[in-house]
């Protein structure tokens, strides 16, 4: 997680739908499926868990998330030190959900899970609490790869 030397993003902003967070919350325990967002570790266990490679330490993720697609004003791919990053800008209610998340999260030295389509696709640990709303996650050096998650991000209904 990252904020790099982002480019100022000119596209139009998002309006993408979905589920808000005490719905997503819901859905993500009674399905058992997570939807796509941003989500803090857990201190129980859940129904989705990440090992993490560096360490094979095992972290739960949390059934609430701290965004959800709704919460997205632009999403795009930019390149940093020669791989494809996704870079996503909240809205500001979402930004200020981020800080808090970010600020809890690099005191309890744990990351944060960008998931989608129900799996862990990214997984950086918070250094520092971000403000300003704009995170970048590091994950595949593939960029048709990169390219496909942000469609389906950018494709919820």
Partial sequence: MSLGNCQQLTKKP???GGKNL???EAFNVSSDRFLDGIYPVSETTTSLSYMDPGSDKVYAVAYRPVTVPMDYKFI?????????VI??????EGA???YQATLEASRAREPLFLVIDGKVISAPMAQQAIEG???QFF?????QEVQ???KRMKAIP
């Fill in 148 to 150: 496909e998650i942000v």
């Fill in 96 to 98: 200020k959900r981020l």
């Fill in 14 to 16: 998002l309006s993408l």
């Fill in 76 to 84: 795009e791919i930019e390149m940093a030190q020669g791989r494809p």
């Fill in 139 to 143: 994950g595949s050096n593939d960029i």
């Fill in 87 to 92: 870079d996503i800008v909240l809205y500001p």
């Fill in 133 to 135: 709303g704009r995170v």
């Fill in 22 to 24: 005490q719905q997503s």
